[in-house]
């Protein structure tokens, strides 16, 4: 049985806010997740005092993990959605073309996304019409490296999600709820394949191991032994 709540303290001028996850345990565990926000593992007796005390006593350990977790955070570029803007998709740069056509839709065509649209001077216009493809591949090939992913686990079908979401997030690639339902952050598409590929195995690990602890990472060194070398390929092609 767990039980979650809502949690605050003042720390100088700054407030840490914090979920308070109880279960049938005996000591106050503290993490913070690469979102950036601070979970707290507690008794199920545990008083507000003592996960104060606890808090006050981490929190300069919990602000410095706030800011290293923060310069990893998804860079959302101001895109203007003009002919000539580069656009990425896998990890490769494309030029964007925006042509006047009878029928809608985009297409990639030798290093260039090609935009056919009825009203080619209009970037909202344009910028409906690339979202949508992009979301599309996305569906397409997430679903596929999923497939791929899951077999590097020996309880599989245990692992695979009763549901994907396809969200443009601003402060997370992606995240397991406690029901098996995988979210992933539209602009992950963008990314190169191995990169998707490690947010999609980090994911997986979720469903056995909740929270970034020993045994979350030594389940995802396992699985994916190179997982550093790809998280920081990520960070460097979407930064």
């Not at 955070?73 to 030029?95: D, I, K, N, S």
């Not at 490690?198 to 060194?221: K, M, N, P």
Request: proline share 5%; net charge positive; glycine share 4%.
């Amino acid at each position: 049985m767990t039980e979650e709540e809502l949690f605050s303290v003042e720390y100088g001028a700054t407030r840490i806010e914090c979920r308070v996850v109880r279960r049938a345990r005996k000591t106050l565990e503290i993490a913070v997740e690469p979102d950036m926000s601070v979970v707290i593992a507690a008794p199920m007796d545990a008083t507000a005092e003592a996960i104060e005390a606890k808090v006050r006593k981490r929190a300069t350990w919990i602000i410095r993990q706030q800011r290293f977790f923060a310069q990893f955070m998804p860079r959302m570029p101001e895109r203007q959605f003009v002919a000539g803007e580069t656009h990425r998709y896998l990890g490769r740069q494309y030029r964007l073309k925006v042509v006047p056509h009878v029928q809608q839709g985009v297409k990639m065509n030798r290093g260039f996304i090609v935009v056919q649209t009825h009203r080619p001077f209009s970037p909202a216009a344009t910028r409906e019409l690339v979202e949508a493809w992009y979301k599309d591949r996305a569906h397409t090939k997430f679903a596929e490296r999923i497939d791929v992913n899951l077999q590097r686990f020996s309880d599989s079908e245990f692992r695979r999600p009763k549901g994907v979401i396809i969200r443009q997030m601003k402060q997370r690639w992606g995240s397991m709820s406690p029901g098996c339902r995988l979210m992933l952050n539209r602009r992950l598409i963008e990314a190169p394949v191995d990169a998707i590929d490690y947010v999609i195995t980090h994911e997986l690990c979720h469903v056995t191991e909740a929270h970034h602890g020993q045994a979350f990472y030594d389940l995802l060194a396992r699985v994916l032994p190179d997982w550093e070398r790809r998280k920081q390929r990520l960070e460097q092609a979407m930064a």
